[in-house]
């Protein structure tokens, strides 16, 4: 079995990655390194630097190589900062997805697997299930689903067999604790190794479920061959909803280092968000989860080995109004 594994750099990529190469697949893992590193790619993997939204490159892998199965994790992630990098959003999380899916019906993959978002939902009912219509209220969100709507497309019309996850609030070792706009628990993981108050948006009331990656990325890379999985929607991740006040208590806790928190206004975004796993576990046949105190646990003690990161701000802001004043300054320390 031969697989290509796009974002394989990145947080949930390279675990991916490490779960396929258990299960016997052979990896060709895909990176632009915008966010990732590549000391998290497996070296039993075979790594490429390269962008998804690179047409000619991405055709000439398919020729090179007789991929089985595509999981397609690449993406750039930051909801909140989606709106005001519209371009920038679509150009990469819509036609990157569509250059690859492209080359997939092109070279009869067996099956394309694609990690959506729960970002698509919008302010549905909680929990969130996977029959409700989306009804996505950032650029990342549509992004998401548009790429659904294609999968499902490409397989009516084509025959290409996929699966989509919808991950959400993903967490643990390996994370790009620098980056400044998404990723929540890395954010103030790293705020405390920088001895600065921990910046929350609101009242910090707002709800979520956090989920530690051993509970994900096993799952996404089982789905190639589980025959209940093709063709299926799954949410996936944690079932135990905390306020966001909650997990700054558990992650200073863990960090051992108390820091005050500096609350920001209210972004424009889902106040709760969390969503139903029965139907993931009914095909997959599981039900542990990591409890948060563990994993947080797990991952404080990688993030105080690697030390703290400073990414640069993003450049290329697309619209300015209504961008939150905290996203233009920059993190100054160094790793």
């Not at 052979?26 to 993997?45: C, K, M, Q, R």
């Not at 993903?170 to 705020?191: A, C, H, L, P, S």
Request: glycine share 6%; proline share 4%; hydrophobic share 40%.
């Amino acid at each position: 079995m031969t697989s290509l594994v796009t974002g394989a750099a990145g947080f949930i990529g390279s675990h991916v990655v490490d779960e396929l190469l258990n299960q016997g697949h052979t990896v060709v893992a895909l990176d632009d390194l915008s966010g990732g590193f590549t000391e998290n790619v497996n070296p039993d993997a075979t790594f490429i630097e390269a962008s998804c939204t690179d047409h000619e490159r991405i055709s000439h892998l398919f020729k090179e190589y007789s991929f089985d199965y595509v999981f397609h994790l690449a993406a750039y992630a930051a909801e909140g900062l989606s709106h005001f990098i519209k371009r920038f959003n679509y150009t990469n999380n819509v036609i990157g997805s569509v250059n690859l899916i492209n080359e997939a019906i092109n070279h009869n993959v067996k099956r394309f697997i694609f990690t959506s978002s729960i970002a698509v939902y919008g302010r549905n009912q909680l929990p969130m299930r996977e029959e409700l219509v989306p009804q996505p209220e950032d650029s990342y969100g549509i992004a998401k689903y548009a790429v659904e709507l294609e999968l499902k497309a490409s397989h009516e019309m084509f025959g290409l067999d996929y699966v989509i996850f919808r991950p959400h609030n993903v967490y643990g070792e390996r994370q790009n604790t620098g980056d400044k706009y998404r990723n929540v628990i890395g954010i103030f993981m790293n705020q405390i190794l920088q001895r600065q108050p921990l910046t929350v948006f609101g009242d910090g009331e707002q709800k979520r479920a956090f989920s530690y990656i051993a509970d994900v990325a096993p799952i996404i890379a089982r789905s190639a061959t589980q025959e209940t999985a093709k063709n299926e929607i799954f949410n996936v991740g944690a079932d135990t909803v905390y306020t966001v006040n909650q997990l700054a208590e558990e992650v200073m806790n863990a960090m051992g280092r108390e820091v005050p928190i500096n609350y920001l206004p209210a972004r424009n975004e889902v106040v709760n968000a969390w969503s139903d796993h029965e139907k993931v576990q009914s095909a997959f046949d599981h039900t542990s989860e990591v409890s948060l105190a563990d994993g947080i646990a797990r991952m404080a003690a990688w993030v105080k080995q690697v030390g703290s990161r400073s990414t640069k701000p993003f450049e290329g802001i697309e619209i300015e109004k209504n961008l939150p004043p905290s996203w233009r300054g920059s993190i100054t320390a160094e790793k």
